[in-house]
């Protein structure tokens, strides 16, 4: 059965009690006062019992017209407001299913209006939240399917390329051509990983274990296991950390994974000759941590979104060494999750980039850093 019959029904069931109560009132109450009156007036009426008949039959017809008539205004009148209150609630919650059912089919524009300030007016406040964030995962999903469709396909062409050429006689399987092609699988092998751990992260599974850790230790794990890279390009990494710095509430494993990145990048965009510093300081219930290179840098109309998911500066350069804009992304998460904030600086191309995250300075004893 539909809301509106419903209502109405309860509604009639109301108005029904109503009028039996004010009829069996006074069809009971009213004779027995009238009769008492009745037999007041008798003295100045005289012996005649017709007339009191008379009298009574009279009072009875006006008593049960007046029940009539009114029982009826009022049945018509609550009608008219059932219907007007039934309405109000029905119309928006039908305009709800219906927007919902649009919704299920993949129409994720759809929104319902909001025309009270009442409990069904939120409920169409938060059914059209819910709807923007549906719209909002559903143009995430494909976009994420259309970049990485579009970073699988170039080093996939490329291998085929190869092999191409090589069935064909026109290439020979010489080491060089063998270790272009590990490249491409190699390029491929990364995009998967890195594409893992990022969705593993937005979907929240990646959680961080903050615990009071020296952050100087960490920091020089992660120089140490970069420096190698470093001393191949012929950069010169320094490390500059005061001994007295308090030690942070964060997970010493996911700290490095941004620092190895952070680091990762500045050897990669910075040329041979270069210089890649890292820093730590305290401000406030604050340690700030900045990794600065003298390398490409980057131009402030890029500066915003380094750290959105696929973006690329120079798209050829970056794909050369292997990126696919993801580690920023990663990396931005992380912080977060630690409650700390990552933003890149860069005074221009050519001048070298600035990457800097805050961590919680922690309250207990610190733990050594993994
Ligand atoms: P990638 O794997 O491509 O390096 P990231 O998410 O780590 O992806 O970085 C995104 C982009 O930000 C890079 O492609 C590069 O253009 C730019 N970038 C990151 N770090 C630096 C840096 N230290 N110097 C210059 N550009 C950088």
Known sequence: MRLLPKLLLAFLVIIGSGA??????????????????????ARHLGPDPRLAEDLFAGFRRAVNLSVLVAVGASVLVALAVAVFVARRI???VEAMGAAAQRIAAGRYGERVP???????????KQFNRMAEALQRLERLRKDLVADVAHELRTPLAGLSGYLEGLLDGVLEASPEVL???????????????????????????????????????VVEGVVARLRPQGEE???????????????VLADPDRVAQVLANLLGNALQYTPPGGRVDVRAWRVGR???????????????????????RFYRV????SRRAGGAGIGLTIARSLVELHGGKIWADSPGPGRGSTFTFTLPVADGPAGTGG
């Open 20 to 41: 039996v109560v004010v009829a069996g009132t006074a069809w009971l109450l009213a004779p027995v006062a009238f009769g008492e009156h009745l037999g007041v007036m």
């Open 90 to 92: 029905v119309e928006p």
């Open 114 to 124: 909001v025309a009270s300030q009442d409990e069904l007016g939120e409920l169409a």
């Open 179 to 217: 270790g272009r092609m590990q490249r491409e699988v190699h390029r491929l092998q990364r995009l998967v990983e890195d594409l893992q751990e990022l969705s593993r992260v937005e979907a929240g599974q990646v959680k961080v274990q903050p615990v009071p850790t020296i952050l100087r230790e």
């Open 233 to 247: 390009k012929g950069i010169q990494l320094a490390v500059e950390v005061p001994p007295d710095l308090p030690a």
């Open 286 to 308: 604050e340690v700030v941590v900045a990794v600065q290179d003298t390398g490409i840098g980057i131009p402030r109309e890029h500066l915003p979104f380094v750290f959105e």
């Open 314 to 317: 120079d798209r050829s350069r």
